[in-house]
Antibody, heavy 119, light 110 residues
Framework: QVQLVQSGAEVEKPGASVKVSCKAS????????IHWVRQAPGQGLEWMGW????????EFSQKFRGRVTFMRDTSATTVYMEMGSLTSEDTAVYYC????????????WGQGTLVTVSS | QSALTQPPSASGSPGQSVTISCTGT?????????VSWYQQHPGKAPKLMIY???KRPSGVPDRFSGSKSGNTASLTVSGLQAEDEADYYC??????????FGVGTKVTVL
């Protein structure tokens, strides 16, 4: 079955960077996009952007452009999200989710990765 | 891109119906037939319930339905069941390869 499995929780200091992985299985990895969405504690969902797992093309929400990078490793069927210059406001659960070309819905979702930014 | 507007809460008794609204602008909800709805139980990842305004993915009960009029989309849950108690988020295509989410609505089954 289609599955996205994310890396474990991270604790980082302000100013540091974090890298979260999202391993895909059960489908043709390069035929889909992977979106990233985050959710701060007790808050709603916030769309961050997506990466085309086939050719590596990326799109970002303006809020994250320049501070976030999406990468993919096709041999490992894994997508990575790296965020730099972390502040306490980046404390959140980060989700990856699959998206079909030309569609605007995302499913399924990974289980989420909690990133805590604290000194 | 501003978040879509949703009521903070909605409730109903078992067997009743509840409708959640999702209001955007002509640049997102009103401009495309690309509204999706997600259900999220506490501590869990969101689950797709409705896509393209009114289509249901395989496995989603037909108690869930979606519609849209102008800049406002709606999700209706009919025949409320205890397991429907969750947070619900709408999402819309917002142009330029971007998505925008609603602020979320907590549905309580009384």
């Amino acid at each position: 079955q289609v599955q996205l499995v994310q890396s474990g929780a991270e604790v980082e200091k302000p100013g540091a960077s974090v890298k979260v992985s999202c391993k895909a299985s059960g489908y043709s990895f390069t035929s889909y996009l992977i979106h990233w969405v985050r959710q701060a504690p007790g808050q709603g969902l916030e769309w961050m952007g997506w990466v085309n797992a086939g050719n590596g093309y990326t799109e970002f929400s303006q809020k994250f452009r320049g501070r976030v990078t999406f990468m993919r490793d096709t041999s490992a069927t894994t997508v990575y999200m790296e965020m730099g210059s972390l502040t306490s406001e980046d404390t959140a659960v980060y989700y990856c989710a699959r998206n079909d070309y030309g569609s605007t819905w995302i499913a399924p979702w990974g289980q989420g990765t909690l990133v805590t930014v604290s000194s | 891109q501003s978040a879509l507007t949703q009521p903070p809460s909605a409730s109903g008794s078992p067997g009743q119906s509840v409708t959640i609204s999702c209001t955007g602008t002509s640049s997102d909800v009103g401009g495309y037939n690309s509204v999706s709805w997600y259900q999220q139980h506490p501590g869990k990842a969101p689950k797709l319930m409705i896509y393209d305004v009114s289509k249901r993915p395989s496995g989603v009960p037909d108690r869930f339905s979606g519609s849209k009029s102008g800049n406002t989309a709606s999700l209706t849950v009919s025949g409320l069941q205890a397991e429907d108690e969750a947070d619900y988020y709408c999402s819309s295509y917002a142009g330029s390869n971007s998505l925008v989410f609603g602020v979320g609505t907590k549905v309580t089954v009384l």
